[in-house]
């Protein structure tokens, strides 16, 4: 399985972007797939998933009503529409897929088996 995250980049605060991560195969009809985010000096955290199965999505608290996880099976990609963003979303943002689907673990970084490399968002003041 491989993910190639993209669309990250520099955006003033209030602004917006959309992230795309791309997958081999069948990966994302086949798996749970996340997003994370990781500050400098700070730990990897979850931001938005996903189900494989009904397309249930989750996020974490400071994202809600801003950020929308969507998938396109037929182009196997996941996407991150980002809105309003404020300086501490900036962080490496990272997609994952996980094949366990599992509801109650779907937040952390231990269910998920593949990760792509990372893109950065930086949102300026």
């Known amino acids: 399985v491989q993910l190639q995250a993209s669309g990250g980049g520099l955006v003033q605060a209030g602004g917006s972007l959309r992230l795309s991560c791309a997958a081999s195969g069948r990966t994302v009809r086949s798996n749970d797939m996340g997003w994370f985010r990781q500050a400098p000096g700070k730990e990897r955290e979850f931001v938005a998933a996903?189900?494989?199965?009904?397309?249930?999505?989750y996020y974490t608290d400071s994202v809600k009503g801003r950020f929308i996880i969507s998938r396109d099976n037929t182009k196997n990609t996941v996407y991150l529409q980002m809105t309003s963003l404020k300086p501490e979303d900036t962080a490496v943002y990272y997609c994952?897929?996980?094949?366990?689907?599992?509801?109650?673990?779907?937040?952390?970084?231990?269910?998920?088996?593949?990760w792509g490399q990372g893109t950065q968002v930086t949102v300026s003041s």
């Open positions: 994952a897929a996980g094949p366990r689907s599992i509801t109650s673990t779907i937040r952390l970084t231990s269910s998920y088996d593949y």
């Open positions: 996903v189900r494989r199965s009904g397309g249930s999505t």
